[in-house]
C-alpha cells in the first residue's frame, strides 16, 4: 500500500506513549483508525460509508494485529463483538475494535 519508504521507522504518538514502527505499519494503523472513526460518525448521524475490497481486507488485517487483549487493557479498544461472517472485511474489523454494527444511532 505504502511501497516507498514502508521499510523505515517512524515515532508514532499513541496517547501518551511515542513507540518507534516501521513506517508502513504506522500508515495502516492511521488508515484503520480514521476508517473506525470515519464509520461511528457516519453511524452517529444515521448515513453509513462506503471502501473498497483493497482497503477492507487491509482494515482486517491491521484490526487483527492491533485489536488484542494488551490494547484492550490499555483502553485503546472494546470488547470484541461478534459479527456474522456475511458482514465482509470491514464488518469483521470493526467488531474487532469492539463496535457493533447493529447497534442504533
Not at 34 to 47: F, R, S
Not at 58 to 71: E, G, H, I
Amino acid at each position: 500500500m505504502f511501497p516507498q519508504g514502508a521499510e523505515q521507522v517512524r515515532p508514532y504518538g499513541i496517547c501518551t506513549a511515542t513507540v518507534v514502527i516501521p513506517a508502513a505499519m504506522a500508515a495502516n494503523v492511521t488508515v484503520l483508525e480514521t476508517l473506525l472513526h470515519g464509520w461511528d460518525l457516519a453511524k452517529a448521524e444515521g448515513q453509513s460509508i462506503e471502501i473498497s475490497a483493497d482497503l477492507a481486507g487491509a482494515s482486517l488485517a491491521t484490526a487483527q494485529m492491533l485489536c488484542n487483549d494488551d490494547s484492550r487493557a490499555a483502553g485503546f479498544f472494546g470488547a470484541a463483538v461478534d459479527v456474522s461472517k456475511g458482514s465482509g472485511d470491514f464488518g469483521q474489523a470493526l467488531g474487532l475494535a469492539g463496535l457493533d454494527l447493529n447497534r442504533s444511532a
